[in-house]
């Protein structure tokens, strides 16, 4: 998208932007799912993403998540000022205040854990595990069908969708279809039957928080669902990023079971299976991995 259909685009979604001056556009980082822009008025400073190929409901999703983390209270989150259509185009757009960032002070590090920890005390309304609408795990779609039972939610609505989609792709040759298969099939032997449904980021991996240059940590680009909190720790700890402090200040403000360590590669397949679906084969020894740890044969 050039600068010009840019400027047009956000100044007729963005409520007020009409009567602003828009001074400078230029690309962004952040974000895995589309162009990214920054935009400068005379008045502020916004963040954009734009997705030609990809429908609107993509980014409203992505703005529902973070109007539901900012209503916790527990971590900041930027302010959504648009999701939905391009204007006058295919695609979506989503507009949100621009974050100052700044260095990832040990203070800001144990904010994050402390908020997470609150964050995870929000639990939902009715006692139930999913949330109201499905929403996206990156570019793929996330079913988020309620259920009363955190085993059957995490097999129907977590490793079953991934599982059809990943054999669809020709990603699941016969031993890890049938290890995948075996290990849904005894979920309830070492997930617990009625966590606190929690309310969680959904996609916690280092590149999806931001050290604020006023010292707060910042979430951006959730996949929110309720479920068990444990989902949370153990993505963080799939692929690293986060300090011992992080952890630290966590299980301080909100201990960890003892179990968790046992059932931790369970909740990081999901994201394993995730990453196979969208980057290939090189995530499959890793998904291989934990169902010979689980289910055996593979």
């Known amino acids: ?60 999703r992505e703005a529902e998540g973070l109007r539901l983390l900012g209503q916790a209270g527990a971590l ?38 402390t908020g997470l920890a609150a964050q995870h005390r929000t639990t939902s309304p009715d006692g139930r595990y999913g949330l109201r609408t499905d929403n996206y795990i990156g570019l793929l779609p996330q ?12 097999r129907d609505s977590r490793l ?26 005894r ?9 606190a449904p929690s309310l969680l980021h959904g996609d916690l991996w280092s590149g999806n928080w931001l050290a604020g240059a006023d010292g707060r940590p910042w979430l951006i680009d959730p996949a929110v669902y309720y479920g068990d909190r444990e989902c949370d720790l153990a993505f963080s700890e799939l692929f690293g990023g ?30 394993l299976l995730v990453h196979l679906i969208l980057f290939g084969e090189a995530y499959g020894a890793a998904v291989d991995r934990v169902l010979r740890r689980y289910a055996g044969g593979v």
């Open 143 to 154: 079913v988020n069908t309620p259920a009363d039972s955190w085993p059957a939610f995490y």
């Open 1 to 60: 998208m050039n600068d010009d259909e840019l400027q047009a685009a956000v100044a007729r979604a963005v409520p007020g932007m009409a009567d602003e001056r828009i001074v400078s556009v230029r690309e962004a980082r952040g974000g895995d799912i589309g162009e990214s822009y920054r935009i400068d008025t005379e008045r502020r400073r916004l963040f954009v993403k734009v997705r030609r190929d990809m429908p609107a409901r993509l980014f409203q």
């Open 160 to 185: 079953l969708p991934l599982a059809k989609l990943a054999e669809a792709r020709g990603l699941l040759p016969t031993g890890r279809r049938d290890g995948l298969h075996k290990l849904m099939d």
């Open 242 to 271: 986060f300090p011992p402090r992080f952890y630290a200040a966590y299980r301080e403000a909100y201990p960890v079971a003892r179990e968790y360590e046992e059932r931790k590669p369970i909740y990081q397949l999901y994201h």
């Open 76 to 113: 900041a989150v930027p302010e959504p000022l648009y999701a939905g259509e391009i204007p006058g185009q295919a695609g979506g757009m989503l507009v949100l205040e621009w974050i100052e960032t700044g260095p990832a002070r040990p203070e800001t590090i144990e904010a994050l854990g």
């Open 187 to 195: 979920l309830d032997r070492w997930l617990p039957a009625r966590p």
